[in-house]
């Protein structure tokens, strides 16, 4: 069988990888992306990683590729006409004018009906296109609109579609329980405005011509239409026998740390918190899925001011293991929050307790606040009997280690800590496929994080 490729464009990171039909990546690429300036507005670096992505898919040129999956990060709408975009699409992390976003909240929906918090920025999508439809409203009026995964799809394509686990994704666009358009997309006319709806799993056609010629792949590969990039690593969970079936949440970390529970009981959006980023998503079957989220990846960076590699990097780990005692014994703990607000704890602002001097210490010590955070946000959606911690923070042994002291009846497990998202897309390709390799049951730390937790929480006012 042919190889498949995966494109993944997360917040912080492009990534394309090459994989065998049996389930083996056989090549990696990666790009920092960079934020791109319209006047004093930031968007997606659409045009930079386009350019990118075509040498990227050039280094495959000659291999039997049969298929493309892209995956992207959910907070990303593109507005075009034809194959171009109209203008670059905003960065979700770009400020919504005040004026616009109080007009924008008086037209949502509810919580109930959506499963969307309020969220800032452009975090809701809904806010995106509300100002989108004030700034460029001739065009955006005859403007084909789709989520970032699938612009990508169309530009390898030709052919637009949408898909319901980005539209699902904290958008204000989505009803999960109906599994159609909410009323808000319908009143503002951007329900007929989207690509028409195609299964995460559907092939939407051949690779263009242009991009075949460009790249050197095969005219026969064939353009998946993808999904949100926290959907594909709920995918791959699913692949163990340990999870698939089973009450289970998957920790999905990165820039952000998102929990999503899987779960039999029916979904109530009435039992979640929609003031502490708790959520309903959607997975690639159109379920429901419990989900709370927290910008732990952003906040680690925030204070370590390197590469959050240094929290997880394999060598380290026995020393920061070993700085956990100290930690301890003199209360040093980071409060609550430092991306504002997102989280569990939107309205605190963080900062340190007993600020430690050394650096295993400052680095231990926000993995514990990691896992305080973590716990919370897991308790909030009501997760139970098993948690997968997969991405790139699943080797913080601190920080995973914690999560199973802070969890004692949970069975907390971690996987791959790199290749979980485009795994679960490639079993969209050939979904009998499973993860190599077990699952690895974590040890709690030996340490006691009862009393370090209580002081953490009086702090917070946690669950006030």
Known sequence: MSA?????????????????????????QVRPNERAETGD??????????TWLVEALGRYAGEDVGAIVPVGHGAGVVAVSGLTPIFLPLDYEQPVPPNILAAYREERDSFVVTGSPALPGGLNLG?????????????????????????????????????????????????????????????????????PLSRAGDILGPIRPEIAARTGLPATTQIYTGLHDSNAALL??????????????????????????????????????????????????????????????????????????????????????????????????????????????????????????????RRAAMCLYAALVADTSLSLIGSRDRLLVEGRFAEAEVFVRALAALRPETQVFTANAHNDVSFGALRLVDPSLRPRGQLVRVEPLGEDLSRYRQRWTAETGAFA
Not at 255 to 260: I, K, N, R
Not at 289 to 305: L, Q
Not at 319 to 326: E, Q, S, T, Y
């Open 4 to 28: 498949i490729i995966v494109i993944d464009l997360g917040k912080t990171l492009s990534k394309v990888s090459l994989w065998s039909s049996s389930g083996e990546m056989l090549d990696r």
């Open 41 to 50: 507005i930031s968007r997606l670096d659409a045009l930079g990683i386009e």
């Open 127 to 195: 806010a995106q296109l509300y100002w989108m439809d004030r700034l460029y409203p001739r065009v955006m009026a005859g403007a084909t609109l789709l989520p970032w995964a699938q612009y990508w799809a169309l530009f390898l394509s030709g052919r637009a579609a949408s898909e319901v686990t980005s539209l699902g994704c904290h958008s204000d666009l989505w009803n999960p329980l109906r599994g159609r358009f909410a009323p808000l997309a319908d009143r503002m006319g951007w329900s007929r405005r989207f690509a």
């Open 236 to 361: 791959a969970a699913r692949g163990f026998a340990e999870i698939e079936g089973h009450e289970a949440t998957i920790l999905s970390t990165g820039t952000w740390f998102v929990a999503m529970r899987l779960t039999a009981e029916a979904v109530d959006p009435t039992r979640l918190r929609e003031g502490r980023d708790c959520l309903v998503n959607v997975d690639a079957y159109g379920r429901p899925v419990p989900s709370a989220r927290f910008m732990g990846g952003r906040e680690i960076e925030t204070v370590i001011e390197i590469d959050t590699r240094r929290v997880d990097i394999r060598p380290d780990q026995p020393k920061l293991l070993a700085a956990v005692p100290a930690v301890i014994e003199k209360g040093a703990m980071m409060r609550p929050t430092l991306a504002p607000d997102s989280g569990p704890f939107p309205d605190i602002k963080g900062g340190w307790l007993a600020e430690p001097a050394d650096w295993y210490e």
